[in-house]
């Protein structure tokens, strides 16, 4: 009972259940993530749009991801920059990012949408896309990203005789301000969707399906595992043991 194999294997059964529990609570942490995401989304959903024509605005705008929002000012097509690895109809191309400059001075980055690779490997090629006097935006407040995705390529540091990048792989607004004359907002703006726009650039928002997810199920299974291990060990323990008496 005591010898050096049966200490071993008892340890790795302990081990096994704790890891088990462990994942099992994860799960459970991941779905109360995911149902308070939830609620944030419908809730940000069910607001009034926010009227967003200057920097001065009631309360925090990262803490309204997702909700709608409004504003107006005059594109600066002049530093603009576009987001890698973007499709439209499984078609390649970028997304374009134009601030948009506020009454007061500061701006918002629009992320105006996809146009593809095709004919606009450089800035100079996107101007075809530019719009003369003021415009009215609709659509819904974002946050950016300072570093990309899990499995994801960041965007390069520049080199020495670069001001600026053109091309990014995430909307990284802390990098960008440094390449622009005036204050970005903490947020950047997606304009709502019109089906029947087909003309790039094309607006994209995300689809956000409300779902529990499989967090829940995930954590009754890892429970299983772990009660599995806990008590069928003593139950084989003792089989063992009385085969070899």
């Known amino acids: ?14 081990a096994g259940t704790a890891l088990c529990v ?76 134009t601030p948009l400059l506020l009454i007061d001075g500061s701006a918002v980055l629009i992320d105006r949408g996809w146009i593809p690779a095709d004919g606009n490997e450089k800035p100079a090629d996107w101007r075809k896309y530019d719009l003369s006097g003021p415009v009215t935006i609709k659509g819904q407040i974002r946050l950016g990203d300072d570093k990309p995705d899990l499995g994801g390529v960041p965007d390069p540091t520049l080199a020495p005789e670069e001001s600026g990048l053109d091309f990014w792989n995430i909307v990284n607004l802390e990098r960008i301000q440094h390449q622009v004359p005036y204050i970005l907002l ?11 726009d087909i003309n790039p650039p094309i607006p994209y928002q995300p689809k956000i399906e409300l779902t529990d997810g499989p967090h829940f199920g995930y954590a009754i299974q890892w429970f299983i595992f772990a009660a599995i291990l806990a008590l069928g060990y003593p139950f084989y323990l003792r089989y063992t043991l009385g085969r070899l008496a």
């Open 186 to 196: 903490p947020v950047f703006i997606q304009p709502d969707v019109d089906s029947q």
């Open 22 to 97: 462990r994942l099992g609570i994860w799960q459970l942490d991941r779905l109360e993530q995911r149902l308070s995401f939830n609620s944030h989304v419908e809730a940000m959903w069910a607001a009034e749009p926010v009227i967003l024509n200057s920097g001065n605005i009631l309360g925090d705008l990262t803490t309204m991801e997702y909700r709608g929002v409004r504003v107006s000012g005059h594109y600066d097509f002049e530093n603009q920059v576009a987001l890698r690895n973007r499709y439209f109809q499984n078609q390649f191309g970028y997304h374009l990012l």
């Open 1 to 14: 009972m005591f010898s050096r194999q049966w200490i071993v294997t008892s340890l790795l059964v302990l």
